[in-house]
């Protein structure tokens, strides 16, 4: 068993030593070369955290969009097919307010990234952002 360790332990010195090497070899990557691949930039040009959080936005809201409006119509659903029962009931009310608070948070988002984006062009005139 001793000799088993021994063996175990060299082979994992061994390739804690020489692991780091091949993240520097990985690194020598010429920007031009044929054999140095680049990802594009999926944002495009503009890289601030502002046209972030605005694509990020503008590619979140139409999806939760739809789906604020599938659970509005879920809501109406359940309330229709309670029948009168009070649990069932509930359980429809508790879905339309918390379907409510979600459109809420989300129209909130939409309206604090353009308050806070306006604000930053107020406080900064020479360099204003897109608020798109």
């Given at each position: 068993?001793?000799?088993?360790?021994k063996?175990?332990?060299?082979?994992?010195?061994?390739?804690l030593?020489?692991?780091?090497l091949l993240?520097?070899?990985?690194?020598?990557?010429?920007?031009?070369?044929?054999t140095?691949?680049t990802?594009?930039?999926?944002?495009?040009?503009?890289?601030?955290?502002?046209?972030?959080?605005?694509?990020?936005?503008?590619?979140?809201?139409?999806?939760a969009?739809?789906?604020?409006?599938?659970?509005?119509?879920?809501?109406?659903?359940?309330?229709?097919?309670a029948?009168?029962n009070?649990e069932?009931?509930?359980?429809?009310?508790?879905?339309?307010?918390?379907?409510?608070?979600?459109?809420?948070?989300?129209?909130?988002?939409?309206?604090?990234?353009a308050?806070?984006?306006?604000?930053?062009?107020?406080?900064?005139?020479?360099?204003?952002?897109?608020?798109?």
């Amino acid at each position: 068993m001793c000799k088993y360790n021994k063996q175990i332990y060299f082979f994992l010195t061994v390739v804690l030593f020489l692991a780091p090497l091949l993240f520097t070899f990985a690194a020598v990557c010429v920007p031009g070369s044929p054999t140095c691949a680049t990802i594009p930039n999926p944002l495009g040009a503009d890289t601030t955290i502002v046209s972030f959080i605005t694509t990020l936005l503008d590619t979140i809201f139409p999806i939760a969009s739809l789906v604020s409006v599938f659970f509005l119509i879920f809501a109406g659903f359940l309330m229709v097919t309670a029948g009168g029962n009070e649990e069932k009931l509930s359980k429809a009310r508790q879905a339309f307010l918390w379907t409510v608070i979600g459109v809420a948070i989300l129209l909130g988002a939409k309206v604090l990234s353009a308050v806070i984006c306006g604000t930053i062009n107020q406080l900064n005139p020479l360099m204003p952002l897109s608020c798109s």
